[in-house]
């Protein structure tokens, strides 16, 4: 019926306008809905493209440009891009607010031209002593992850969103989740970051990775993962934090990580082997 069919779509679209009003960045939809309206919205006609551009105002979480719009950098381009991004981020007046008293930057690590970026939260103390991000118990886990992807660290880029150790004051061990000023003060530099590698995927690891990309949201980790997300562009990927995983040691949250990056997989093209697909199914 298309009267009702208008109807519907109308109904739909001022319902995601007025919640973008509000300042929801985006909405829940599995991955499956979300292909079968693309794929929909693919035949040519005038409601399907309105369909199109609905899904693209409720998923595509800012009107900042796409990063795929700059030039693309050669290598040696990136590399003194990062070093000079890395040089400002030394010579910044370190406020105590922001900055824990001994800390060492902790920048971020890999290949430049990689396709698939990690973001991860904030350097805990191994990775502070060692300046490198993802070194420490959590950092071991997520490199088996990448290894069972059949990659390695040298061939994807990893970075945090704060890049120095949040301050514990008052504590003798044990790291601290970043406030919401500290994401705010530090995520222009990863977005730097992610200007220069122009990444084909982002991995967000945790819920700190997916408020720094994505902003605030109502719905926690438990629902956002697994659903593909858009920064300027680029397909987000939300998935459990390492350290969560070390908590919980369950087979059903390890096979949901592997299942995320299974469809990381697939969205890069990369082959993926009956063992693989069936890693944490209990048979
Ligand atoms: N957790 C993070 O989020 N980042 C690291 O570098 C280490 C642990």
């Known amino acids: 019926m298309p009267g009702d069919y208008y109807q519907l779509l109308d109904a739909t679209i001022s319902h995601l306008e007025s919640l973008r009003q509000r300042g929801v960045r985006y909405v829940d939809i599995s991955s499956e809905s979300l292909s079968s309206l693309a794929k929909s919205a693919k035949q040519k006609n005038s409601a399907s493209l309105v369909a199109q551009a609905a899904?693209?105002?409720?998923?595509?979480?800012?009107?900042?440009?796409?990063?795929?719009?700059?030039?693309?950098?050669?290598?040696?381009?990136?590399?003194?891009?990062?070093?000079?991004l890395s040089e400002e981020i030394l010579s910044i007046d370190k406020s105590p607010e922001l900055l824990a008293s001994k800390a060492n930057l902790v920048f971020g690590t890999g290949k430049l031209d990689a396709e698939l970026m990690?973001?991860?939260?904030?350097?805990?103390?191994?990775?502070?002593?060692?300046?490198?991000?993802?070194?420490?118990?959590?950092?071991?886990?997520?490199t088996k992850i990448i290894n069972a992807a059949n990659l390695d660290r040298e061939t994807v880029y990893i970075a945090n969103i704060l890049k120095y150790r949040p301050d514990t004051p008052g504590q003798a061990f044990g790291n601290r989740k970043p406030r919401p000023d500290e994401i705010k003060f530090w995520f222009p530099y990863l977005r730097r970051q992610i200007e220069i590698i122009q990444p084909r995927v982002i991995v967000a690891l945790g819920a700190t990775a997916v408020e720094g990309l994505l902003g605030s949201t109502p719905t926690g980790i438990t629902r956002l993962r697994g659903n593909w997300r858009l920064y300027r562009g680029v397909p987000v990927m939300p998935t459990f934090h390492p350290s969560y995983l070390l908590r919980n040691q369950s087979w059903s949250v390890k096979r949901q990580v592997w299942e995320d990056m299974l469809q990381v997989m697939e969205r890069l093209k990369m082959p993926i082997s009956e063992k693989q697909r069936g890693y944490f199914l209990r048979s």
């Open 55 to 84: 899904i693209k105002a409720a998923t595509q979480p800012s009107n900042e440009p796409s990063i795929y719009d700059s030039p693309q950098l050669s290598c040696d381009e990136k590399e003194s891009a990062m070093a000079k």
């Open 118 to 142: 990690f973001i991860g939260e904030a350097p805990g103390a191994d990775e502070d002593q060692a300046g490198v991000p993802f070194v420490g118990k959590a950092g071991q886990l997520l």
